[in-house]
């Protein structure tokens, strides 16, 4: 049962309530009806501890109040530094066998899978009444995403994507909601993926190497399609195969389509349309263009959002003769007044230049986040707010996503979300909810 707490205490919770639905996030009844003491241990399992996994837990399991009763990985070698790390912790190699075991020991679950398995490890534990941080994208395919949306509803637990970047968004986010540009109908999004972090556009190996005694191999296929182990496949150059990852889109759009999303409160698109070169059954294409449309939202007009990955960007006109890095990471936005670029981590920077002299820019009116990481556990103990929780971050995982599916369609997808349909495109269901191998569920 939730503390009783003074009226200041009740009224700076409002308060940040309020500021956190105008930050996307939301605050609910249900997480604080499921909450504890903020001075109780919070029991956390991981599932997914090595690289981003292992980046993860070294977080939050450094977070004051939070235990660590639980880890799951499917390679023990690459998962060795985080279980000497936490001796104490049970460990595991199958998170369907370590949810069953340790339900009634642990209060909240971290996903740090490859895509393949965000939601059915995700979905489980949220059956069970577990909070649940996931990394993005939220799911592998449109479905997935609009189930996990429905299932943390349900629920009522709290949840959070993995977008650490998120909060460094949020002057942004006030400089477009303040109109230091005016009205925006264009937005440019582009990442330097996947050039030199992994291959795309390949063919599926043939050959048969040994596996790994410390790699459970068909564990780490989770649902997807059995197959011979290949090195091809792992670690990290999973995101350039479709039945593990979801490619350049997948990995960073997330990230970047965010401060879009929040700025400008947007939601299912009306249209997806892509171009692209090089890909392969198996494999995403080398590099690809996606144009989103979305409709009018109040006073806000509709909004084309373009998409750039493996190597394209947009037009040197459009940025107003900056020179922009090819490692660059973020987005423009183009309104009636002016254009905001703001680097994925970074402050916003209005084009051209010389609009930035003596501009401080509008009064901070939007809440700071604590921390990414430390929201989720605030949450998960006292139904605090969320930035990047499910019920926002899996609308905008399926808006996302769509764009892999109008990839492989290849053709313009008009979109129908209320019934989750591309309209008068049946080939595009076979993407927007893929087949489970058998013993793989949501």
Not at 397 to 407: I, K, P
Request: aromatic share 10%.
């Amino acid at each position: 049962m939730p503390e009783v707490r003074n009226r200041r205490e009740f009224l700076k919770d409002v308060t940040l309530a309020a500021g956190i639905a105008t930050l996307g996030g939301v605050w609910t009844e249900g997480a604080r009806a499921q909450s504890k003491s903020p001075n109780d241990a919070l029991n956390v399992a991981h599932i997914g501890v090595g690289g981003q996994g292992g980046g993860d837990l070294g977080t939050i399991g450094s977070i004051d109040g939070v235990n660590i009763v639980a880890l799951c990985d499917v390679d023990e070698d690459r998962a060795a530094g985080s279980f000497r790390r936490f001796p104490k912790a049970q460990k595991y190699n199958d998170f369907r066998e370590m949810l069953e075991k340790e339900q009634k020991n642990i209060d909240a679950v971290v996903v740090s899978t490859p895509d393949n398995c965000h939601a059915v490890a995700a979905v489980m534990a949220m059956k069970l009444g577990k909070h649940v941080y996931c990394q993005k994208p939220l799911a592998h395919d449109v479905y997935e995403a609009r189930f996990m949306t429905e299932i943390a509803a349900k629920h009522k637990i709290a949840t959070q994507m993995g977008t650490q970047g998120r909060p460094q968004y949020v002057r942004t986010v006030e400089f477009i909601k303040r109109d230091v540009i005016g009205p925006v109908r264009e937005v440019h999004v582009w990442t330097d993926r996947p050039a030199g972090w992994w291959p795309q556009g390949i063919e599926r190996p043939t050959d048969t190497p040994p596996i790994p005694s410390t790699l459970h191999w068909d564990l780490w296929l989770g649902p997807a399609a059995e197959r011979p182990y290949n090195p091809a496949y792992l670690p990290f150059i999973w995101r350039g195969w479709w039945d593990f990852g979801t490619g350049a889109l997948g990995d960073m759009a997330c990230h970047l389509m965010d401060c879009a999303f929040w700025a400008l409160d947007l939601k299912y698109p009306l249209s997806v349309v892509a171009e692209s070169e090089g890909a392969t059954k198996d494999s995403p294409p080398k590099w690809s263009v996606i144009h989103y449309e979305f409709p009018a939202r109040g006073s806000q007009p509709p909004v084309t959002l373009t998409w750039y990955d493996g190597g394209k960007r947009p037009s040197d006109a459009l940025l107003e003769g900056h020179q922009v890095a090819p490692t660059f990471n973020g987005s423009l936005f183009v309104g009636e007044k002016g254009k905001i670029l703001v680097e994925h981590g970074g402050d916003p920077m209005l084009l051209p230049e010389e609009r930035n002299k003596g501009f401080n820019g509008p009064d901070p009116f939007l809440p700071r986040s604590p921390g990414h990481y430390v929201e989720w556990v605030n949450a998960c103990k006292t139904g605090s707010p969320t930035g990047s929780h499910f019920g926002y971050a899996g609308p905008m995982t399926e808006t996302v996503l769509l764009g892999n599916v109008a990839l492989r369609v290849g053709k313009k997808i008009e979109w129908d979300a209320r019934h989750l349909k591309a309209v008068h495109c049946p080939e595009a269901d076979a993407y927007l909810r893929r087949k489970y191998r058998k013993g793989w569920t949501l």
